[in-house]
């Protein structure tokens, strides 16, 4: 087989960078720079890099982020009360591991979504499959599912999800249907995947905001009780931004 034929071999196999790379280095004569394991080493790592480029590529674009949020640029300006240390920790996916949950709560711009979607741009980064989604659309969603006689195909790919990001919770209460879908998917993720819920209202009053005692029973002791809490203060920080603007 000659040197075209690998090519071109390669390239069946889906292995383009490979081939790419292998007629550069003819072309160039750059193969009798190295020797024949680094060169082949050369030829693999390139290959999987690639892939894993585009995995985390196809990740973020499938995760469905509002915003470009990272933990690099995550704020811990005193006023926030976001303690580095444990958000850090937060920060190192342990929790995806463990299956555990998170819940942020604070004050209407103060950064709570950046926070869940910096988690979420982190666990794509390591090969986690994620989603974001706002609350009022999830149940949205759900809801047109059951109509179309699609829900299980539905609420099989959120219960799937490696790290599933629910933003926006509490800011109007849940009716029957959307609490029997919140139920359905909290209960079948429940120590499988890790969740994450952001919202504006304390988590004491959650109860009333899901109504139905029974059903918010059941949801709290699987959402809450055992949750890692980020509960933001302050004022806030699209506020303090906008006067710092007024004044330049």
């Known amino acids: 087989m000659n040197n075209r034929e690998t090519i071109q071999r390669l390239r069946l196999l889906r292995m383009g960078v490979m081939a790419q790379l292998h007629k550069q280095h003819l072309e160039t004569n750059r193969m009798t720079e190295t020797t024949p394991d680094r060169y082949l080493s050369l030829l693999v ?11 985390i590529e196809r990740l973020l674009r499938g995760a469905g982020f509002r915003i470009q949020a990272t933990l690099a640029e995550v704020d811990y300006a005193p006023g926030r009360e976001l303690d580095r240390n444990s958000f850090e920790r937060l920060g190192s996916l342990g929790f995806i591991e463990r299956k555990e949950n998170i819940i942020i709560t604070g004050p209407t711009g103060l950064g ?8 979420g741009h982190q666990a794509c980064m390591v090969g986690y499959k994620t ?10 969603e759900l809801r047109q599912a059951k109509n179309e006689g699609t829900y299980i195909k539905a609420l ?5 999800m490696d ?4 933003d926006d919770f509490g800011l109007q209460g849940l009716d029957r249907h959307a609490r029997e879908s919140m139920m359905d998917l909290i209960d079948e993720r429940y120590e499988v995947h890790a969740t994450i819920i952001v919202g504006q209202i304390p988590v004491s009053a959650w109860h009333g905001i899901i109504g139905e005692g029974t059903i918010a029973d059941a949801l709290l002791d699987r959402l809450v009780h055992s949750s890692h809490r980020v509960a933001l203060k302050g004022e806030s920080m699209r506020k303090q931004k906008k006067v710092i603007n007024l004044k330049k």
């Open 45 to 55: 790592d390139s290959q999987w890099e690639d892939r894993e480029r585009r995995k």
């Open 163 to 166: 790290l599933l990001i629910i």
């Open 112 to 119: 709570k979504s950046y926070l869940a979607q910096a988690l």
């Open 156 to 160: 099989s790919r959120l219960i799937k």
């Open 131 to 140: 989603l974001y989604q706002n609350t009022a659309r999830l149940f949205r």
